[in-house]
């Protein structure tokens, strides 16, 4: 086989992108590089992994595994004995990663802004980490990276945190890291010395959270600024596909968003609601909102970002206190009581997620005891500072489960996101069972 004829497979993130939202902004001639794909047959509809959350199901992807498998259940992890929560990144994965896996075949991989790569590790090609990736020379492989990046100006993340209630910044920094994603891939495509191409945009989750509804409606007052973002990320798209098909046969594109998104109705804190419940108690000790060391002794159970429920063991955490005979009782009584739960007339949860059933597989030792999953339009979090149970707090958009773009050049459809992962190694005929 010459250079040329290597089979190559180029994955787009689109990262947050509902399909049946794509599909609106087409129809109405906002994205016409989008359409290219999301008006074709080959375009469907996905369910995310849950949590519906991007290290998760960027996770799921990277190793074609659910979360009982590679070990990510959300942004956040907690030491049983310490009670510290921590950022689940890279080194939480528990299992291979297909990078990994090509690289021992030989293959090379080259990949701009996957979720959840952070700290970068070793393999047979090129690697720029993406979201959470704090300081840009432990963000890539090799490590010769961060030079000609630095150079260019490449900004790893907008900073939501100023842009949150400004628009016009928010815009601005999403502008910023759009064009540091276009600066990469005209770093890294061109010589073709590759053969899987991973490339994530994740600006459209950072503008879908807090301006969701000036996407949705045209008629909303920042419609017009945001609509114009999206032209910018769209022209970006087309640039992508454009180089795909300028690739020699054979070759596969797949195109995919890791979760869907809506409208918020209200955010639910399941800690504010277990406080309520008896089943918690936090003690004055916290120093910030996600400071799990607040937890006393004698509570039941606890909640952690989104709807991931612990009960406080004795087996698993150096404070609990609920035996094994507890258990049962436990878990029957929060889930009734989520499925209750109601916010002006209408029900948030949508079902409650048992982690025998969610969960089967070597990494459920560390998985939450229950998953709430809500209905569309709730977001479920999980403080340790005493707020209300329903609120807003900056943001108007919410991740949900259901309608998660995906196109395959061949067709493939996938139910749920370690299924595109395993497309990516049956393309390079990994056998199924390895």
Known sequence: ????QRPRLAVLGLDGLPLSLARDWCRRGLTPNLARIAMTDEARSMRS????????????????????EHGVF?????????YEVAIADSSAVRCPTILQRLSAQGLT?????????????????????????PELSRAVYPPFLSGPLTQAGYQ?????????????????????TLHSRHTALNMLWPDLAWDLFVFVLTETDRLFHFHYPALSDPTHPLAPACENFIRKWDALIGEFLNMYEALPDPKRLIALADHGFTELITEVDLNTWLTEQGLLRLTGTHDHENDARAIASDSAAFALDPGRIYLHTRERFSRGGVTPTEVPGLLDRIRKGLMSLTFEGRPVIRTVHEREILYPGPMAGIAPELVAEPHPGFSLTAKFDSRSLFG??????????????????????????RDTGRLVLDFFDFPKQD
């Open 1 to 4: 086989m010459t250079y040329n």
């Open 49 to 68: 992994e849950l949590p519906e959350l991007s290290p998760v199901n960027w996770t799921s992807f990277a190793t074609g595994a659910g979360p009982e």
């Open 74 to 82: 959300g942004f956040t992890r907690i030491d049983p004995h310490t």
């Open 109 to 133: 991989s080259k990949v701009i802004n996957l979720p959840n790569t952070y700290p970068a590790h070793p393999l047979k090609g090129m690697l720029i980490a993406g979201f959470v990736a």
């Open 156 to 176: 790893l993340e907008a900073d939501t945190a100023r842009g949150k209630d400004d628009p016009d910044l928010l815009l601005t920094e999403l502008r910023t």
């Open 392 to 417: 807003f707090h900056g943001r108007h958009g919410v991740h949900c489960a259901d309608d998660v773009f995906f196109y395959d050049s061949n067709g493939a459809a996938p139910r749920r996101l």
